[in-house]
């Protein structure tokens, strides 16, 4: 079955999580993209959304979804519905494959239920094999990325149109490759800890509480 289809399906599924009346987060990429599309329809039913990044609250606003400033809100948003680009059974991730890692991370923390929606090529026993995005301060991205190295990764400057991608907050991303993340825990402390740092994609601390995994024969719902 196509990957969009399993994205589609899972996208969909994740309306049954939307509570009735509230303000939810909603994340970036491709499977979000859908789930955005899926929320339109029900947009009378919510008050609105916090975006994590630029290209979703446009997205968004397109279907007519009222987008909050997360500074604007009191209460914890009841839920964050978001993709992945490499799930654990332990229900961590790496995220960060369309670079909006940092803004993800602030608005999963803020709510009280993650509900991660993807299709089942991303479930993995061991995360790694999709290279771990790390938004860094952009002159910091040389000595960072000797540090990573040293920790084992292949740490490579994410680059768009031949030049420096950019992040929605205006910094560098290095993509490492090469780990095999048997402690995710761990390593997102210590890739936290290196100096000009913003955020790494691992969201081990705080990781999924749900997975929506769309296979072939229908969705499985993971709960961690
Ligand atoms: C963006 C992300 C996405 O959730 C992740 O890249 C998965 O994307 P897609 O749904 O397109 O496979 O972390 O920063």
Redesign the pocket.
């Known amino acids: 079955m196509p990957q969009d289809q399993l994205?589609l399906a899972v996208a969909r599924a994740a309306l049954a999580y939307v509570p009735k009346n509230r303000i939810i987060g909603v994340?970036?990429?491709?499977?979000?993209n859908f789930f955005i599309d899926a929320l339109g329809e029900r947009k009378d039913d919510i008050v609105g959304a916090v975006a994590s990044s630029d290209a979703t609250a446009e997205r968004l606003r397109s279907h007519r979804i009222p987008v909050f400033d997360l500074n604007e809100i009191s209460d914890p948003l009841s839920v964050y519905i978001?993709?992945?680009?490499e799930i654990s059974a332990q229900g961590a991730m790496i995220?960060?494959?369309?670079?909006?890692?940092t803004r993800?991370k602030i608005i999963a923390s803020a709510a009280t239920q993650f509900v991660c929606i993807a299709d089942d090529s991303k479930l993995v026993g061991t995360l790694g094999r999709f290279p771990l995005p790390v938004e860094v301060i952009p002159m910091a991205h040389s000595t960072i990325a000797k540090t990573l190295a040293k920790l084992g990764g292949k740490p490579q400057l994410r680059i768009r149109d031949n030049r420096p991608y950019r992040t929605d907050n205006g910094n560098a991303i290095l993509d490492v490759s090469g780990l095999q993340i048997e402690d995710p825990l761990w390593l997102e402390d210590q890739i936290n800890a290196i100096p000009g740092v913003v955020t790494v994609?691992l969201f081990a601390r705080r990781g999924a509480d749900i997975c929506l995994l769309g296979t072939p024969t229908g969705i499985n719902t993971l709960r961690f």
Request: proline share 0%.
């Open positions: 994205k994340g970036t990429g491709s499977t979000a978001d993709g992945a680009d995220k960060g494959g369309g670079g909006a890692l993800e994609g």
